[in-house]
């Protein structure tokens, strides 16, 4: 069970850094698509990427709640 757990929270640190990687390469990619006047940067930054970071986002909140459970959290406990 242990190592479930630690397989689960590699798991789920791989994907928080993936998407939140993602999620401020849209928004870089976007901010130079306004800089240079460029409309299709701002959407196509969203077209490219966007399905790859809700899915890496969707993937973490799962194993998030998966370890809730592996980890026996209660509700308000820090």
Known sequence: ????????MTLF???LVVFLALGIA???AQAAGLVA???GLVSGAVS???MAMTV???VTGLLGFVMS???HWKAGED
């Open 56 to 58: 890496a986002a969707g």
């Open 13 to 15: 640190k791989i994907g």
């Open 48 to 50: 490219s990427l966007g």
């Open 37 to 39: 006047g460029d409309p």
């Open 26 to 28: 849209v928004v870089l």
């Open 69 to 71: 459970y592996l980890f």
């Open 1 to 8: 069970m242990d190592t479930l757990k630690r397989a689960t």
